[in-house]
């Protein structure tokens, strides 16, 4: 094996670099080293990429990746060489507190891959080689046999559990489902609503491409550009609202939709990401109708093994969002593309 790999480096805010690096060494007995075979980009990497989340040193990025195991640390019980396995985005450390009480998305010790220290300084998956710490813990097997589910399994450590767990945590059978942005977390919020036996999917957007990719995966399209969300909704569903709103957003807007979509008594559930110290919300109008709101980090390990059963049975497919495939060499151009909201979803392949 060749000592050094290529990976995608972050330099400096829109300062992508592909160049070959040392090859990362299994350091812990719970690590595992993994050959990459397919990353993809995701909205959460232009954070970094942007300059928002500053980075002491240069760093690999991404956190969407999946690979053949190529040597384990001593400690490493559920994977042995050869095996192929995809890891969850977030590391947590499967000890603490929270992590005994089954919510490891609030394990202080929680690492995120590609995006520096702040975030457990984990190198990321946009390279050939990658170390996966607490592997037991964080990784799951994938079936040899089935690689042509491979671009959909990719996405079982990411944004498919984490529209799938806004999903879950909230329906019920029969539930009307509004996932408000079509972006991809919300279509795959879509997918979820659809494979969990939703009456019906309803996606708000403003742009018609996306609209039209919800259309695809099963979802009833309103266009808030053109018609108001509320009476939208109302009318779809016997003027209750929806039981479930997923707000996949994360703006005030969108959580303001949400607030006036949602059934008496029913869920919003928010995998959007909120910064703001404080914001408006109609919390009397809420209060009095019984709304439940569930938000925070997405507990992928919790959730992965469904999310991967159920896209081997074919009934969850995010692979269709997949609008480019480039070679990790482009990585430079596959970030501006991406940027430039000119892609929806990019795989990078790390052999090329
Ligand atoms: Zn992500
Ligand atoms: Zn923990």
Redo the contacts with the bound molecule.
């Keep these: 094996m060749e000592d050094t790999m290529k990976a995608a480096i972050l330099v400096g805010p829109h300062k992508l670099d592909v160049r070959e690096v040392p090859r990362p060494q299994i350091t812990e007995p719970g690590d595992v080293l993994l050959k990459v075979e397919k990353t993809a980009i995701?909205?959460?990497?232009l954070h970094p990429y942007e300059g928002r989340i500053e980075l002491e040193s240069d760093v690999i990025l991404g956190?969407?990746f999946l690979g053949t195991v190529v040597q384990t640390g001593s400690a490493v019980q559920q994977f042995e060489e050869g095996d192929r396995a995809v890891a969850s985005?977030v590391v947590h450390c499967g000890h603490c507190r929270a992590c005994r009480r089954g919510d490891p998305a609030r394990c202080a010790g929680s690492r995120i891959f590609g995006l520096g220290i702040a975030l457990g300084g984990l190198d990321g998956g946009q390279a050939e080689y990658v170390v996966v710490p607490n592997a037991d813990i964080v990784m799951r097997k994938l079936p040899d046999e089935i690689r042509s589910s491979d671009e959909d399994l990719l996405f079982a450590g990411?944004?498919m559990t984490?529209g799938y767990e806004a999903v879950r945590r909230a329906i019920r059978p029969g539930d009307a489902v509004a996932v408000v942005g079509a972006g991809p977390v919300g279509l795959c919020a879509v997918m979820a609503a659809v494979a969990l036996g939703a009456e019906k999917v309803i996606v708000v957007d403003m742009v018609p491409e996306r609209l039209a990719e919800a259309a695809g995966f099963g979802a009833i399209p309103v266009n808030a550009a053109e018609t108001d969300p509320y009476d939208a909704v109302l009318d779809l569903t016997n003027w209750v609202g929806a039981d479930v709103v997923v707000d996949a957003v994360g703006h005030e807007s969108a959580l303001a939709t949400a607030c006036k979509i949602v059934a008496a008594g029913g869920t919003i559930s928010i995998p959007g990401v909120y910064l703001e110290d404080s914001m408006e919300l109609p919390y009397g109008d809420l209060w009095l109708r019984g709304v439940k709101l569930v938000n925070g980090v997405a507990n992928i390990v919790n959730y992965m093994d469904e999310v991967i059963a159920l896209t081997e049975a074919g009934r969850l497919a995010p692979a269709r969002m997949i609008s480019h495939r480039m070679p990790l060499s482009e990585a430079a151009a596959a970030y501006e593309l991406f940027e430039q909201r000119q892609a929806t979803k990019i795989l990078l392949d790390p052999t090329q």
């Design positions: 995701c909205g959460t990497d956190h969407e985005c990411d944004i984490t």
